[in-house]
């Protein structure tokens, strides 16, 4: 398989740079008027991925709301990743995993193997136990073509507690997992398998990402306070990478089809703007 750097650009050039996430938040099941439940989940799914499959580059479901239904919602979001393959989007499962490099590989098999039923395009991953620790997921995806996103900066408040404190080698932490993410990309065209997170929120931090060479997601825009303007700020120099993802802007709009299209067409144009 052509790896996932190289996908992810072909989906990005040629229906737009824009992710949008699959939440189904009870709060959004019940505007949507279905019940909080594995059923509800899968009328959710259905309806996001029929409205938008074909306009979106990448979908990025959220764990966390399938996982809370126990095997049923695992069933869910095992029928919807054949569901969005048959549509010619790309899958980012938002999981974030991280832990030891043994139990690392486990999960690596779970997300990045080929005919495991949660192989995805890509999955979030979590570098706060080393970026080290990720090496089992890094070389899965490498074999088998598909990516990882390794948090960064993170969209949430707390995140510059951790992700802004300098290191021994006076390096911030943030900087020294984008250096590591830009290693393991060198040399890759049009770009690396490696990307990293950072929120649209997150504002000016001294964080150099122009060496990363591997897609940027943003979350954050909509529901969270960031706006496409704030892309500028955040990412300078390296916006060509930048994959921006928002939930609820869209999914709000929902359950109409019409609804859902209107919104991803609005905030890509509002994105285009700025990304060019
Ligand atoms: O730094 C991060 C990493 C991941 N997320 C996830 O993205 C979506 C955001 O949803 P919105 O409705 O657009 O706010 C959600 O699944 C988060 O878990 C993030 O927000 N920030």
């Not at 126990?70 to 054949?82: H, P």
Request: proline residues 6%; glycine residues 12%.
């Amino acid at each position: 398989m052509e790896p996932f750097g190289a996908r992810l650009a072909s989906a990005m050039a040629n229906r737009g740079p824009l992710c949008v996430g699959i939440d189904p938040h009870p709060a959004l099941l019940a505007s949507w008027g279905l019940p909080d439940s594995p059923v509800g989940l899968q009328q959710f799914v259905d309806i996001t991925v029929a409205a938008l499959g074909e306009q979106v580059a990448i979908f990025k479901p959220q764990s966390a709301f399938f996982e809370r239904f126990g095997s049923a919602g695992i069933a869910v979001l095992e029928r919807l990743l054949v569901q969005v393959r048959e549509t010619g989007a790309l899958v980012l499962m938002d999981a974030k995993r991280g832990d030891i490099g043994s139990t690392m590989g486990a999960y690596a098999q779970a997300y990045l193997s080929d005919g495991s039923p949660l192989a995805s395009d890509a999955v979030t991953i979590s570098p706060y136990l080393g970026f080290g620790s990720l090496q089992p997921a890094l070389d899965m995806a490498a074999q088998t073509g598909r990516g990882v996103f390794v948090l960064a900066l993170t969209s949430n408040p707390e995140g510059p507690q951790l992700q802004h404190a300098v290191q021994a080698d006076g390096r911030m932490v943030a900087q020294a997992i984008a250096d590591a993410a830009g290693a393991a990309n060198a040399g890759a065209s049009p770009m690396g398998s490696v990307g990293l997170v950072i929120g649209a929120t997150v504002g000016v931090t001294g964080v150099d990402v122009s060496g990363v060479n591997g897609p940027l997601l943003a979350p954050g825009l909509g529901a969270q306070g960031a706006t496409a303007e704030d892309l500028r700020t955040v990412f300078g120099s390296a916006l060509a990478n930048v994959v921006p993802t928002t939930s609820r802007e869209v999914l709000s709009a929902g359950p109409s089809a019409a609804g859902l299209q209107d919104a991803a067409a609005r905030m890509l144009e509002q994105i285009r703007q700025v990304l060019g």
